[in-house]
């Protein structure tokens, strides 16, 4: 079982920067693929960036180039850095944890509970 805790959303104009902060706690081990996903009001959830075991990362073509996922395991955490922000950003973000690395994500089985990003113009 992993617990995962977000943090860091916030409200910030078009062009902006965010971090985002997810700190895992039970099972800790490093055998866990890290995920962030997204949701808009109306929208289905979808993958933004993902993290594997062997340092390879994975991102959507709309967060290409201004997002970066990284990981600290010594701290048990990871981050989203999200840069050159777009109105169209706003979504409530959630951290993920499984064993496998898919996309979808309804594969993933261990969630944080959320947090919010709001880009305006």
Do not use: H
Not at 1 to 14: H, I, K, M, R, Y
Not at 57 to 62: I, M
Not at 109 to 114: I, M, R, V
Request: glycine share 10%; charged share 15%.
């Amino acid at each position: 079982q992993v617990q995962l805790v977000e943090s860091g959303g916030g409200s910030v104009q078009a062009g902006g920067s965010l971090t985002l902060s997810c700190v895992a706690s039970g099972d800790t081990s490093s055998s866990y693929c890290m995920g962030w996903f997204r949701q808009a009001p109306g929208k289905e959830p979808e993958g933004v960036a993902t993290l594997d075991t062997e340092g390879r990362t994975s991102y959507a073509t709309s967060v290409r180039g201004r997002f970066a996922i990284s990981k600290d395991n010594a701290k048990n955490t990871q981050n989203l850095q999200m840069n050159s922000l777009k109105p169209e950003d706003t979504a409530m973000y959630y951290c993920a944890a499984d064993r496998a690395c898919a996309w979808a994500p309804k594969l993933w089985n261990y969630w944080g509970q959320g947090t919010q990003v709001t880009v305006s113009y």
